[in-house]
């Protein structure tokens, strides 16, 4: 098993910035793809960004231009940079990782909350 846990939630005002963290007990250069999930209240689980072992990045239309993916490998972290935040960015923001390809990946975080509000 692989445990995953993510911080750096908080509330923040429209056009602020948050950067998010995953920590892993697995090597992330072992995880193949790393990525961000979120849920807001009432929709369906979405996909954020991926990121390959070889930092191949990947974006949702909505945060492309606003939001960052990367990890540390020395840190074994896995980060989300979130700039320029919108009202409807608030959401649960889960961390996933996995060895396969296959989306969603096997393990997950707990979630941190995302508030961006006035």
């Known amino acids: 098993q692989v445990q995953l846990v993510e911080s750096g939630g908080g509330l923040v005002q429209p056009g602020g910035s948050l950067r998010l963290s995953c920590a892993a007990s697995?090597?992330?250069?072992?995880?193949?793809?790393m990525g961000w999930y979120r849920q807001a209240p009432g929709k369906q689980r979405e996909l954020v960004a991926i990121?390959?072992?070889?930092?191949?990045?990947n974006y949702a239309d909505s945060v492309k231009g606003r939001f960052t993916i990367s990890k540390d490998n020395a840190k074994n972290t896995l980060y989300l940079q979130m700039n320029s935040l919108r009202p409807e960015d608030t959401a649960v923001y889960y961390c996933?990782?996995?060895?396969?390809?296959?989306?969603?990946?096997?393990?997950w975080g707990q979630g941190t909350q995302v508030t961006v509000s006035s």
């Open positions: 990121i390959t072992s070889g930092d191949d990045a």
């Open positions: 697995e090597s992330v250069f072992r995880l193949n793809l």
């Open positions: 996933n990782a996995g060895f396969g390809r296959v989306l969603p990946l096997d393990y």
